[in-house]
């Protein structure tokens, strides 16, 4: 089974990702990732990326098609896999069908997490991670026992470069632009299911499998 997940930044990809690949056994692709990665280890990749991602903008379709088409081409990913963050753009979308052809895979389903902006800003805003054991904690919803350190392991906590609300607000008119269409694409082949975000994470996963029915 191939899965695509698409919603804007905080609306729960990471999560719901993390429950999907365990419960289904699919390979986890998230281009944020891969590019945070390449930023870190300072790869050509990373080093293009790097500017666009600090402001919050969207990484060029070129850049992105390139890490796709080396990730695609490993074998892990004949199993199943979950996109995460991607595609993002209308044309990143064509570009992934087209990719998809030549090597005789196709998308099954689009799991689209619905939430309105407001509610986005403080689960972004808020959020606050471990760069040692990976635990996230958000400062309105999940608080660390002892401000900006880990409940688990004792490091400081970090905040993302681009979680600040400035970096955000371009985030969300960047999502809003470039994604909907995304959303249409996928609409006109039937394969979206349109799923509450701002549910608790049970409900959502349940709702996320109820539609995935059939499919496994
Ligand atoms: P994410 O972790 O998915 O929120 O991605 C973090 C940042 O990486 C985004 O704000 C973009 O700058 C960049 N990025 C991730 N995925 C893509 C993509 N499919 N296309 C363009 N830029 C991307």
Do not use: W
Not at 164 to 185: A, C, D, F, G
């Amino acid at each position: 089974m191939n899965l695509l997940i698409i919603g804007a930044p905080g609306a729960g990809k990471g999560t719901m990702s993390d429950l999907l690949i365990n419960n289904f056994h699919l390979v986890h692709v998230s281009t944020g990732d891969m590019l945070r990665a390449a930023v870190k280890a300072g790869t050509p990749v990373g080093l293009k990326a790097q500017e666009y991602m600090n402001k919050g903008a969207l990484v060029p379709d070129e850049v992105i098609h390139d890490i796709i088409v080396e990730r695609l081409s490993q074998d892990d990913v004949n199993d199943g896999f979950l996109f995460d963050g991607y595609p993002r753009t209308l044309n990143q979308a064509e570009d992934l069908d087209a990719i998809l052809k030549q090597i005789g895979k196709k998308i099954d389903r689009v799991i689209n997490l619905d939430i309105e902006d407001e509610e986005l800003i403080k689960r972004i805003t808020g959020r606050r991670l471990c760069p040692t054991c990976g635990e996230i904690f958000n400062i309105y919803y999940k608080a660390p026992a002892k401000e900006g350190v880990c409940d688990k392991c004792g490091a400081d906590l970090i905040q993302r470069k681009d979680d600040n609300l400035e970096s955000l607000t371009v985030r969300l008119e960047e999502y809003h632009k470039n994604t909907q269409p995304v959303i249409e694409y996928y609409e006109a082949a039937d394969i979206v299911s349109h799923i509450n975000a701002k549910q608790g994470v049970n409900e959502v996963f349940e709702d996320i499998k109820a539609a995935l029915e059939g499919l496994c």
